[in-house]
């Protein structure tokens, strides 16, 4: 059965940086749109990134663009969340995710694996 598995989070300051990354096992993703996903307290799941499984196309929502930036190491079956300038409002539990399927530009997870997420902690 296929695993994601998330690694990287952590608590900084805002204005910081993380990198999270996702590496996956049991399975190939190299065919596969991945994604990252993320939950605040009291809110619903929300996109962050996707990537294509060439790599050759991204997705980002708009709170992060500018800031994060996705990217896959289709050899080593990861994929990783570079967080630059970070805000208190990306305070979350991070979840990797694979495959999503990219629907009228927006990447939806329904159907794919999740990973056991990784909290992500920005202070002001």
């Known amino acids: 059965q296929a695993q994601l598995i998330e690694s990287g989070g952590g608590s900084v300051q805002a204005g910081g940086s993380l990198r999270l990354s996702c590496a996956a096992s049991?399975?190939?993703?190299?065919?596969?749109?991945w994604g990252w996903f993320r939950q605040a307290p009291g809110k619903e799941r929300e996109y962050v990134a996707a990537i294509s499984w060439s790599g050759g196309s991204t997705w980002y929502t708009d709170s992060v663009k500018g800031r994060f930036t996705i990217s896959k190491d289709s050899a080593k079956n990861t994929i990783y969340l570079q967080m630059n300038s970070l805000k208190p409002g990306d305070t979350a539990v991070y979840y990797c995710?694979?495959?999503?399927?990219?629907?009228?530009?927006?990447?939806?997870?329904?159907?794919?694996?999740w990973g056991q997420g990784t909290q992500v902690t920005v202070s002001s």
């Open positions: 995710v694979a495959p999503v399927v990219v629907i009228d530009g927006i990447p939806k997870a329904d159907y794919g694996s």
């Open positions: 049991g399975r190939t993703f190299s065919d596969v749109a």
